[in-house]
T-cell receptor, first 113, second 115 residues
Framework: AQSVTQLGSHVSVSEGALVLLRCNYSSSVPPYLFWYVQYPNQGLQLLLKYTTGATLVKGINGFEAEFKKSETSFHLTKPSAHMSDAAEYFCAVTLKGGGKLIFGQGTELSVKP | EPEVTQTPSHQVTQMGQEVILRCVPISNHLYFYWYRQILGQKVEFLVSFYNNEISEKSEIFDDQFSVERPDGSNFTLKIRSTKLEDSAMYFC?????????????FGPGTRLTVL
């Protein structure tokens, strides 16, 4: 069975600081991994995804994530936080055929001026 | 830009009552999904729907739940007799096709409160 664990339900960084949101997965087959972001009163929006190929994937708004099979991780990073990055971030996994997404519990990112 | 819409944004109901949550997926999408998030817990998959039938459902999606595409635009989730534990944020999503390269687009959610 597949599962996703996000370490830290709440992360706070200063504007301009590095953002690191952690995601570990468990899967018996090669996973397909996603990061979604949810701004207040909006739906979940896809930030980036890993399916095959290059393990470092770049997404929107300057975010990127690296798939590390040996560590079963897919951590999300951004070199310099902006106030507009404040939101909730969800890591998710699915099987090769697509379909249902299995989510982590979410991490709320706060950005301090 | 096309988006998934959901109504109402917040629904309050009494235990035992029926509720219908409504979603309008993106118009050319063929796959539809419902997820829910109980406060403080993970977003959980409920059901997927394609070609007017359920393609996959989770253990949560028992006989109290049903989905329907009553016309060419709406996709609904019905809970027949609500329980306190049904209180959650319910998200609708749609995708053009099923594979991993087909992004699921999510609506803003309906917050259901069962009293």
């Amino acid at each position: 069975a597949q599962s996703v664990t996000q370490l830290g339900s709440h992360v706070s960084v200063s504007e301009g600081a590095l953002v690191l949101l952690r995601c570990n997965y468990s899967s018996s087959v090669p996973p397909y991994l996603f990061w979604y972001v949810q701004y207040p009163n909006q739906g979940l929006q896809l930030l980036l995804k890993y399916t095959t190929g290059a393990t470092l994937v770049k997404g929107i708004n300057g975010f990127e994530a690296e798939f590390k099979k040996s560590e079963t991780s897919f951590h999300l990073t951004k070199p310099s936080a902006h106030m507009s990055d404040a939101a909730e971030y969800f890591c998710a996994v699915t099987l090769k055929g697509g379909g249902k997404l299995i989510f982590g519990q979410g991490t709320e990112l706060s950005v301090k001026p | 830009e096309p988006e998934v819409t959901q109504t109402p944004s917040h629904q309050v109901t009494q235990m035992g009552q029926e509720v219908i949550l409504r979603c309008v997926p993106i118009s050319n999408h063929l796959y539809f999904y419902w997820y829910r998030q109980i406060l403080g817990q993970k977003v959980e998959f409920l059901v997927s729907f394609y070609n007017n039938e359920i393609s996959e459902k989770s253990e949560i999606f028992d006989d109290q739940f049903s989905v329907e595409r009553p016309d060419g635009s709406n996709f609904t989730l019905k809970i027949r007799s609500t329980k306190l534990e049904d209180s959650a944020m319910y998200f609708c999503a749609s995708s053009e096709a099923r594979g991993v390269n087909n992004e699921q687009f999510f609506g803003p959610g309906t917050r259901l409160t069962v009293l």
